[in-house]
């Protein structure tokens, strides 16, 4: 959630990029990203176009409206973490087998530092230090659950570092090493994948949708139906909203 000094720019500068191809369906698909990345409807790509724009706008904040902005979003951090001070991160343990003790422990520990420090890997050697706030989360709603270290596979690195479950300090650092390890891994094989995707038979999209999850698989299988295609379908995209799911109809017959 908080960012070192030279992410922010970097953050910036793709957004300029981006949302000039979000100003609709066409502009998309006629930019560099749509054999990609695909939009599942105009409100999702709207949705994504907004906080973009939203983002873009913290550059223009002087000294005093960016001191103010940091302890704001601070001050929610703070709201949020009183709670979860005694929290367990039990979804760990799907990841780590059965060595699940010792990830739960070392994990929840980690969960506790990163809602303290708004970073994940603030004790890795090589790490510069992180002032500057996300962006990302600062236009969203943040409620507690945003923290990845779950997410990696656990199990193999416990397994071989031998760790018990009262070494909790050294069981975090391992595990903070593999998850950065993983992390990056992922990176560099969805880039090349991504590279040669022309080469490929088989395609790589990645398709957002910037709405209710529940409601969107409801609509799939709407899709899906022998009936004929509904691009609007009788399916609320959000509870109490008036809008419905409509994806597009060039993806989705």
């Given at each position: 959630?908080?960012?070192d000094e030279a992410s922010p720019s970097l953050l910036i500068t793709q957004c300029r990029k981006l949302v000039p191809l979000a100003e609709s369906m066409?502009?998309?698909k006629q930019g560099p990203h749509s054999h990609i990345i695909v939009m599942c409807g105009?409100?999702?790509l709207s949705e994504i176009g907004r906080f973009r724009k939203l983002r873009l706008g913290t550059p223009n904040l002087d000294p005093k409206q960016t001191r103010r902005f940091?302890?704001?979003f601070q001050d929610g951090i703070r709201r949020i973490r009183k709670p979860l001070k005694a929290s367990r991160v039990i979804t760990s343990i799907r990841s780590a087998g059965r060595l699940a003790p010792v990830a739960m422990h070392a994990v929840s520990e980690q969960f506790k530092r990163?809602?303290?420090t708004g970073v994940m890997d603030d004790e890795l050697p090589n790490v510069k230090p992180a002032n500057r706030v996300n962006p990302t989360f600062s236009f969203s709603t943040i409620s507690g659950d945003e923290f990845s270290l779950p997410a990696f596979h656990l199990a193999e690195i416990l397994a071989s570092?031998?760790?018990e479950i009262d070494e909790t300090p050294s069981a975090v650092f391992e595990i903070m090493q593999t998850a950065c390890q993983q992390f990056s891994t992922w990176c560099k094989a969805v880039v090349h994948r991504a590279r040669t995707a022309s080469a490929s038979p088989v395609s790589f999209v990645v398709r957002m949708y910037a709405r209710e999850a529940l409601a969107f698989c409801r609509a799939l299988y709407s899709v899906n139906s022998p009936s004929k295609f509904v691009m609007h379908s009788p399916l609320f995209s959000t509870p109490w909203k008036g809008a419905v799911v409509?994806?597009?109809n060039t993806s989705y017959r």
């Amino acid at each position: 959630m908080m960012l070192d000094e030279a992410s922010p720019s970097l953050l910036i500068t793709q957004c300029r990029k981006l949302v000039p191809l979000a100003e609709s369906m066409d502009s998309w698909k006629q930019g560099p990203h749509s054999h990609i990345i695909v939009m599942c409807g105009s409100d999702t790509l709207s949705e994504i176009g907004r906080f973009r724009k939203l983002r873009l706008g913290t550059p223009n904040l002087d000294p005093k409206q960016t001191r103010r902005f940091k302890e704001i979003f601070q001050d929610g951090i703070r709201r949020i973490r009183k709670p979860l001070k005694a929290s367990r991160v039990i979804t760990s343990i799907r990841s780590a087998g059965r060595l699940a003790p010792v990830a739960m422990h070392a994990v929840s520990e980690q969960f506790k530092r990163f809602w303290a420090t708004g970073v994940m890997d603030d004790e890795l050697p090589n790490v510069k230090p992180a002032n500057r706030v996300n962006p990302t989360f600062s236009f969203s709603t943040i409620s507690g659950d945003e923290f990845s270290l779950p997410a990696f596979h656990l199990a193999e690195i416990l397994a071989s570092s031998g760790l018990e479950i009262d070494e909790t300090p050294s069981a975090v650092f391992e595990i903070m090493q593999t998850a950065c390890q993983q992390f990056s891994t992922w990176c560099k094989a969805v880039v090349h994948r991504a590279r040669t995707a022309s080469a490929s038979p088989v395609s790589f999209v990645v398709r957002m949708y910037a709405r209710e999850a529940l409601a969107f698989c409801r609509a799939l299988y709407s899709v899906n139906s022998p009936s004929k295609f509904v691009m609007h379908s009788p399916l609320f995209s959000t509870p109490w909203k008036g809008a419905v799911v409509q994806l597009d109809n060039t993806s989705y017959r």
